[in-house]
């Protein structure tokens, strides 16, 4: 049985190069105003809760300030990203890998398994599946990264607030929803390069994202049945008097 399925592959690249992208054209939009605010309205830097750093150039597309562009390539990028994401979440749902590998029990929570996580990211625990931590991250990433950052994205997005005006209501404000977006953006960077650090510790775990990989606890071929006794070492019959 296969680690990933091909619709988990499939989904892990396409959704890659979307981020990356929404990411880098995120900065470019980004030094449009390069501040913070919650609630509704926010133009006064002294109102925000956060001034972010004007980004360079070489980390945004296009590599040099263009609002127009970069909202374009950032629109672009957000639809297979949307889509991919409903697609994975049925995916996951349809063939067990969300119960399977991704939900987690209050003992996964605890400082011992947590550690004993950390320590076992070598040799080959990459093919015993999920540890506690890895379930804890990816659930994050899934349950709460990833639909934070579509809702966010659609509830600033001048196109949506149209059709749905109720998701700003939702997210406390247009200020608070462009906040949330930012945030989730930064919380899903930082997750990917964890996932990249791992990933080149354990080049395996890049080769089963291509290959699909075998589950450790795979159906194992059966073992030889044992091989019978030798005549001189089986016990004599009743009344026999024993060899020697």
């Not at 997750?191 to 699909?212: N, Q, Y």
């Given at each position: 049985?296969?680690?990933?399925?091909?619709?988990?592959?499939?989904?892990?690249?396409?959704?890659?190069?979307?981020?990356?992208?929404?990411?880098?054209?995120?900065?470019?939009i980004s030094n449009a105003h390069r501040y913070l605010y919650w609630g509704d309205y926010g133009f006064d830097p002294k109102d925000a809760w956060l001034g972010v750093i004007k980004f360079p150039g070489w980390a945004t597309i296009p590599q040099?300030?263009?609002?127009?562009?970069?909202?374009?390539?950032?629109?672009?990028?957000?639809?297979?990203?949307?889509v991919g994401l409903l697609f994975i979440w049925v995916a996951m749902l349809v063939n067990g890998h969300f119960r399977r590998d991704l939900t987690t029990t209050?003992?996964?929570?605890?400082?011992?398994?947590?550690?004993?996580?950390?320590?076992?990211?070598?040799?080959?625990?990459?093919?015993?599946?999920?540890?506690?931590?890895?379930?804890?991250?990816?659930?994050?990433?899934?349950?709460?990264l990833l639909p934070l950052m579509l809702f966010t994205g659609l509830a600033i997005s001048p196109g949506f607030q149209a059709a749905a005006p109720w998701l700003l209501d939702v997210l406390?404000?247009?200020?608070?929803?462009?906040?949330?977006?930012?945030i989730a953006a930064w919380?899903?960077?930082?997750?990917f390069v964890i996932?990249?650090?791992?990933?080149?510790i354990d080049w395996r775990l890049i080769l089963e994202m291509f290959t699909g990989g075998r589950r450790a606890?795979?159906?194992?071929?059966?073992?030889?049945?044992?091989?019978?006794?030798?005549p001189d070492a089986m016990p004599p019959e009743d009344g026999a008097p024993a060899h020697g």
């Amino acid at each position: 049985m296969k680690k990933h399925v091909l619709s988990t592959r499939l989904w892990h690249w396409v959704n890659a190069a979307a981020i990356i992208v929404l990411f880098m054209t995120g900065l470019n939009i980004s030094n449009a105003h390069r501040y913070l605010y919650w609630g509704d309205y926010g133009f006064d830097p002294k109102d925000a809760w956060l001034g972010v750093i004007k980004f360079p150039g070489w980390a945004t597309i296009p590599q040099h300030y263009n609002l127009a562009l970069a909202r374009d390539w950032h629109t672009t990028a957000a639809w297979p990203f949307g889509v991919g994401l409903l697609f994975i979440w049925v995916a996951m749902l349809v063939n067990g890998h969300f119960r399977r590998d991704l939900t987690t029990t209050p003992r996964d929570w605890t400082p011992g398994a947590v550690i004993s996580s950390i320590k076992a990211h070598s040799g080959d625990a990459a093919a015993q599946g999920y540890n506690p931590v890895q379930r804890i991250l990816y659930g994050m990433v899934f349950g709460v990264l990833l639909p934070l950052m579509l809702f966010t994205g659609l509830a600033i997005s001048p196109g949506f607030q149209a059709a749905a005006p109720w998701l700003l209501d939702v997210l406390g404000g247009r200020q608070s929803a462009r906040s949330l977006h930012f945030i989730a953006a930064w919380g899903i960077f930082g997750f990917f390069v964890i996932h990249i650090v791992l990933a080149l510790i354990d080049w395996r775990l890049i080769l089963e994202m291509f290959t699909g990989g075998r589950r450790a606890d795979a159906a194992a071929p059966p073992a030889p049945a044992p091989a019978p006794p030798e005549p001189d070492a089986m016990p004599p019959e009743d009344g026999a008097p024993a060899h020697g």
